[in-house]
C-alpha cells in the first residue's frame, strides 16, 4: 500500500506561481509512473500531467503545457508540480497519483486545494 501525502496548495492571484508536492511512503517509489490530476467543482477529474519511472519523460495536458513543469526526486520518494501563470480556470483539487502503468492509477493521494484569483 502506497500513501501519498500531497502540500503546497493554498490561495493566489492570477498570474502568480505555486508548487505543489507529493511524498510516498513507498521505498520502491521509483518504479511507478507519477502523474497530477486535478477535479474542479462539478466536474470529473482530469488528467495535468505525468513523469516516467524511469526515462524521466514528462507528459502534459493540452491546457497546462508551458505553464506547468512536473518532476521527481526518487531520492526524496517525491513529485513536485510548479505551477506558474495560474489562471482562474486551474482552481482546482490537485491529487497526486501513482502508477504503475499509464492507464490505471494504483494509488491516490488525498488531494490538495489549489485557488487563483482574478
Known amino acids: 500500500q502506497v500513501q501519498l501525502v500531497e502540500s503546497g496548495g493554498g490561495l493566489v492571484q492570477a498570474g502568480g506561481s505555486l508548487r505543489l508536492s507529493c511524498v510516498a511512503s513507498e521505498r520502491t517509489f521509483s518504479s511507478y509512473h507519477m502523474g497530477w490530476f486535478g477535479q474542479s467543482p462539478g466536474k470529473e477529474r482530469e488528467f495535468v500531467a505525468r513523469?516516467?519511472?524511469?526515462?524521466?519523460?514528462?507528459i502534459y495536458a493540452n491546457s497546462v503545457k508551458g505553464r506547468f513543469t512536473i518532476s521527481r526526486d526518487n531520492a526524496k520518494n517525491t513529485v513536485y508540480l510548479q505551477m506558474n501563470s495560474l489562471k482562474p480556470e486551474d482552481t482546482a483539487i490537485y491529487y497526486c497519483?501513482?502508477?504503475?502503468?499509464?492507464?490505471?492509477?494504483?494509488?491516490w493521494g488525498q488531494g490538495t486545494q489549489v485557488t487563483v484569483s482574478s
Open positions: 513523469i516516467t519511472r524511469s526515462t524521466d519523460w514528462t
Open positions: 497519483a501513482a502508477q504503475k502503468t499509464t492507464t490505471i492509477v494504483d494509488y
